[in-house]
């Protein structure tokens, strides 16, 4: 995940904007952002359900004060959770699959580009 992360941010010139669903403590962006020294260009929106593991992101994100993260402690599942964090440039979506039916899962794969 973390090569693919760093590949996108090779990828993609100006300012970025990443969205995080079901981003757990965020460890996946966050090592990509500890090898690189462009975070600042960077403006990232994390999705978690658990206060715990979100005030865990949280501190993590405090370790790139040039990059703008905010940690939403809200239902990935319900599309208020995206408002202002859309469009975005990378969308994450790891470690989902285990959390939703099949059925959403399938309709998920679908409606990501
Ligand atoms: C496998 S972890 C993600 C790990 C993350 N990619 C990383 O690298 O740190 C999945 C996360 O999804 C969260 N989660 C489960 N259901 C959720 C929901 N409905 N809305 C938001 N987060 C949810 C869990 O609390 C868990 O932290």
């Known amino acids: 995940m973390r090569r693919l992360i760093n590949d996108a941010m090779d990828r993609h010139v100006g300012p970025m904007r990443i969205l995080g669903s079901c981003a757990g403590e965020g460890r996946d962006m966050f090592g990509v952002l500890?090898?690189?020294d462009n975070a600042q260009r960077l403006t990232a929106t994390l999705v978690e359900l658990h206060p715990d593991i979100a005030e865990?992101?949280?501190a993590a994100a405090?370790?790139?004060?040039?990059?703008h993260v905010e940690v939403r402690i809200v239902n990935a599942g319900n599309t208020d959770a995206y408002v202002g964090a859309v469009p975005a440039d990378l969308v994450l979506r790891v470690g989902?699959?285990?959390n939703i039916s099949d059925v959403d899962l399938w309709r998920t794969i679908a409606a990501t580009p």
Do not use: Y
């Open 34 to 36: 500890s090898e690189r």
């Open 56 to 58: 865990r992101a949280r």
């Open 62 to 67: 405090s370790a790139f004060p040039a990059t």
């Open 96 to 98: 989902i699959f285990g």
